[in-house]
């Protein structure tokens, strides 16, 4: 894989992110800014409801009720999402379960996306991406409920992958897998990193996931960015925002990825 001359830079400025209208309106984000060099791994972090999954999906286009500035690569982003925006930036979901279509094969799903983004010689970048991802030719024509839970996670992050992207979106992509999985994943995730150049924009409630993978982490609370800390301020355990100490105390006694 050809990383020279790849970016992937993210930035996020004052932006509000809200659902519903009138009375009924939540405020789910509200006015975070922080930007992620190309080649990073940035992590939001913070308890269900913080408003951490609701950036990635405003990113992603899925969530068209905002406000503020989303640029990707310096370029400013607008109410829709094209070809060329999905061809560069990629999501992978929290459950690889529910993410994959439980009728279509493992060459479907691979193919189809391929095909999606116009790609040619299909099935030899299937067989590729079967492989960066750990999965020999014994699993190209299983079906979703033949896979484990690791498996799923590995095909999902294959499809994510098939355009060549340079930033990838995690979602909670570890939250869903059993403990013994989790650790696989994560260092699989390190590898694709650090073979292709990406850069990771990445969600999670887990302490330690965040900081087997991440850089620099953001903690929120309740929609707001309330700090922002490197891993190793987090790993020493420096935060300043009382939040941030609570988050930290409840992960002791409780690790399922060791950082």
């Given at each position: 894989?050809?990383?020279?001359?790849?970016?992937?830079?993210?930035?996020?400025?004052?932006?509000?992110?809200?659902?519903?209208?009138?009375?009924?309106?939540?405020?789910?984000?509200?006015?975070?800014?922080?930007?992620?060099?190309?080649?990073?791994?940035?992590?939001?972090?913070?308890?269900?409801?913080?408003?951490?999954?609701?950036?990635?999906?405003?990113?992603?286009?899925?969530?068209?009720?905002?406000?503020?500035?989303?640029?990707?690569?310096?370029?400013?982003?607008?109410?829709?999402?094209?070809?060329?925006?999905?061809?560069?930036?990629?999501?992978?979901?929290?459950?690889?379960?529910?993410?994959?279509?439980?009728?279509?094969?493992?060459?479907?799903?691979?193919?189809?996306?391929?095909?999606?983004?116009?790609?040619?010689?299909?099935?030899?970048?299937?067989?590729?991406?079967?492989?960066?991802?750990?999965?020999?030719?014994?699993?190209?024509?299983?079906?979703?409920?033949?896979?484990?839970?690791?498996?799923?996670?590995r095909v999902a992050i294959a499809?994510?992958?098939?355009?060549?992207?340079?930033?990838?979106?995690?979602?909670?992509?570890?939250?869903?897998?059993?403990?013994?999985?989790?650790?696989?994943?994560?260092?699989?995730?390190?590898?694709?990193?650090?073979?292709?150049?990406?850069?990771?924009?990445?969600?999670?409630?887990?302490?330690?996931?965040?900081?087997?993978?991440?850089?620099?982490?953001?903690?929120?609370?309740?929609?707001?960015?309330?700090?922002?800390?490197?891993?190793?301020?987090?790993?020493?355990?420096?935060?300043?925002?009382?939040?941030?100490?609570?988050?930290?105390?409840?992960?002791?006694?409780?690790?399922?990825?060791?950082?």
């Open positions: 894989m050809n990383t020279t001359d790849r970016s992937g830079s993210i930035a996020i400025e004052q932006l509000d992110v809200w659902f519903g209208q009138g009375v009924d309106r939540v405020d789910a984000v509200r006015d975070a800014s922080f930007d992620v060099a190309s080649g990073e791994s940035f992590g939001l972090v913070g308890e269900s409801g913080s408003g951490k999954s609701t950036i990635l999906r405003a990113l992603s286009g899925l969530v068209p009720t905002w406000q503020g500035n989303m640029l990707i690569d310096g370029k400013e982003l607008g109410r829709t999402r094209d070809r060329a925006f999905h061809d560069r930036v990629q999501m992978v979901f929290q459950d690889p379960y529910a993410s994959l279509h439980p009728r279509h094969s493992v060459d479907h799903v691979l193919t189809e996306t391929l095909y999606l983004h116009g790609l040619t010689d299909r099935d030899t970048r299937v067989r590729r991406l079967l492989d960066d991802v750990g999965l020999d030719a014994r699993f190209r024509f299983r079906y979703p409920h033949q896979l484990s839970g690791g498996q799923r996670q499809r994510a992958l098939a355009s060549d992207p340079a930033i990838v979106l995690l979602d909670e992509p570890t939250s869903a897998l059993d403990v013994s999985v989790q650790a696989e994943i994560l260092n699989l995730l390190t590898d694709l990193k650090n073979a292709r150049g990406l850069t990771y924009l990445m969600v999670s409630h887990d302490l330690a996931v965040v900081g087997h993978l991440c850089e620099r982490v953001a903690v929120m609370e309740q929609g707001v960015i309330v700090e922002m800390l490197t891993v190793s301020q987090l790993r020493s355990r420096q935060a300043q925002h009382a939040y941030t100490q609570r988050l930290l105390d409840s992960s002791i006694g409780y690790k399922r990825v060791e950082i």
